[in-house]
């Protein structure tokens, strides 16, 4: 039971093709966001997400900006889905820290091959536990999925989509604060400034702070590096993490033609 097959990376990726896997695929997205499509539903996702599809679904992935993750297929896990999911915001890092430790044990030629299937439980028991029965109420829950859906785009307008909705703005952005933290505004900057800061750990976005901030949703590079350099403690130009590092796909994908 939750056993590991395979483990793999995207360094920055546009588009996966429509494929469907014998096992179970989870994807936590380390940069970017994106839209996995199904054929009945599209979920939206960025940093710290994951991905939980279920065996024999086809999906494909697309993004404008690209994106980058870490994909693992498991065999018999301990989860109860039947349908596409979004598991939202791994925010405390543990999740990510087991999927890179999988990814390690997978691909290193003296990998200990025996800590995989624990490494599978223990990314098991983190989605079973963050499993989203409904984190927001519907209305704070459609403009979540409206920031996630629309954030990297400069002429993005918040204001304006909140007074679309039939409630006056200063209450949607109390309700929003209360059950988040955070007002809708902070939660689009955070996650615009998460994707820029994946974005800036990759081969391409070093030197490209000015276009970066653009593909992130800045219109103002000085604006962006400001509030950038608050977040982070560096400025863009200086932020140096450990970029990812492409892989090949897994051993049971099978193409769709479409």
Known sequence: MNNILYVGKHALTWTVSRHIHKSWELIYCTGGAGEMHFDD?????????????????????????????????????????????????????????????????????????????????????YLTQYRPIRRHSETVQQIEDNILQHYPDCTYDLNAYLSSLPFSTEYLKKMFKKETGLTPLQYLTDRRLENAASTLSTFWGKGNVSETARMCGFSDPLYFSRLFKKKYGVSPRNYTPEAASPAPSGPDEVKIMV
Do not use: C, K
Not at 85 to 113: C, K, M, Q, V
Not at 114 to 123: F, R, S
């Open 41 to 125: 539903r599209t979920l939206s996702y960025g940093v710290n997400d994951v991905a939980i599809v279920p065996p024999m679904i086809p999906h494909s992935n697309a993004s404008r900006e690209g994106f980058t993750n870490i994909h693992m297929n498991l065999t018999d896990p301990a989860l109860t889905y039947t349908e596409p999911l979004i598991i939202r915001a791994d925010s405390n890092g543990f999740l990510r820290d087991a999927f890179t430790a999988a990814f390690y044990y997978w691909s290193e030629a003296s990998a200990e091959y025996t800590l995989l299937p624990l490494y599978g439980q223990l990314i098991v028991a």
